[in-house]
C-alpha cells in the first residue's frame, strides 16, 4: 500500500482533506494532510517568516519522515 501527503492549497489546510484521509485509509493506505505554517489556527504567531520556501521545507520533512513510499499526484 502506499503514503499520501495530501498539501492543500491557499484558503485551506489539512482539514480540507479529512474525509479523503479515511477512504484512503479504509482501502489500507496511509492518508497524512498537512497543514503549512500560518494556514492553521494558530496563523503566523511564533511561526517567524513564512513562505514557500519554509512551506516546502515542511512538505519534504514529512515526506522524508514517513516509513513508506510516497505516491505523488497532481500537477
Not at 497543514?35 to 513562505?51: E, I
Amino acid at each position: 500500500m502506499s503514503t499520501f501527503v495530501l498539501v492543500p492549497g491557499a484558503c485551506h489546510g489539512g482539514w480540507w482533506y479529512e474525509p479523503l484521509v479515511a477512504e484512503l485509509e479504509a482501502a489500507g493506505h496511509q492518508g497524512i494532510a498537512v497543514t503549512p505554517s500560518g494556514l492553521g489556527p494558530a496563523g503566523l504567531a511564533g511561526k517567524g517568516h513564512v513562505n514557500l520556501s519554509s512551506h516546502i521545507g515542511e512538505v519534504t520533512r514529512v515526506t522524508r519522515s514517513c516509513p513508506r513510499t510516497v505516491t505523488r499526484a497532481g500537477p
